[in-house]
């Protein structure tokens, strides 16, 4: 068992699920920290979006319960290996190299993981084409603070 913070705004109790476009990749997180928009050059590469959102999770607090053996990454030289569904391509984790997932993309949940992005991160490298939207979030150029903005869990 991990040790837990005391940031973690989700319930223990009961894990939020999610998964892949295809449906055949499912898992449960138990330990969601805060999450973010990242609109790192990566991130909009992977998803062909300007930004992707992702809680950060306690290592070891999210299992896959099915389709494992289906699981892809990309693994840039460094950072985090981007790890998607390889049988539909539906984003979902962000994985030390060959070890624990430590983010969620938060589009993967089923349904409200009970966190919300409170930051914006690595807007030095924003998409030219579209605007950061004015909502107030403080924006870091590139990582915010491992904590996250102050007050950063929950929303
Ligand atoms: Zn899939
Ligand atoms: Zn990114």
New binding site residues.
């Given amino acids: 068992m991990v040790e837990l913070g005391c940031a973690i705004a989700s319930d223990l109790e009961s894990p939020r699920t999610g998964?892949?476009?295809?449906?055949?990749?499912r898992f449960e997180a138990r330990a969601l920290l805060w999450a973010s928009y990242c609109h790192c050059r990566r991130c909009q590469i992977r998803t062909g979006a300007p930004a992707s959102v992702q809680a950060r999770v306690e290592p070891g607090s999210v299992q896959v319960v099915a389709?494992e053996d289906?699981l892809r990454a990309w693994a840039p030289e460094d950072g985090l290996e981007k790890v998607f569904?390889?049988?539909?391509?539906?984003a979902l984790f962000g994985r030390r190299r060959g070890g624990a997932i430590v983010r969620v993309r938060l589009g993967a949940f089923d349904g409200d993981p009970g966190i919300a992005p409170v930051a914006h991160q690595y807007v030095a490298y924003a998409a030219p084409w579209a605007k950061i939207p004015d909502d107030g979030l403080p924006r870091y150029p590139e990582q915010p603070p491992a904590d996250g903005p102050p007050g950063a869990a929950g929303r």
Wanted: glycine share 40%; hydrophobic share 15%.
């Fill in positions: 998964g892949c476009g295809c449906g055949r990749v389709g289906l569904c390889g049988e539909c391509g539906s």
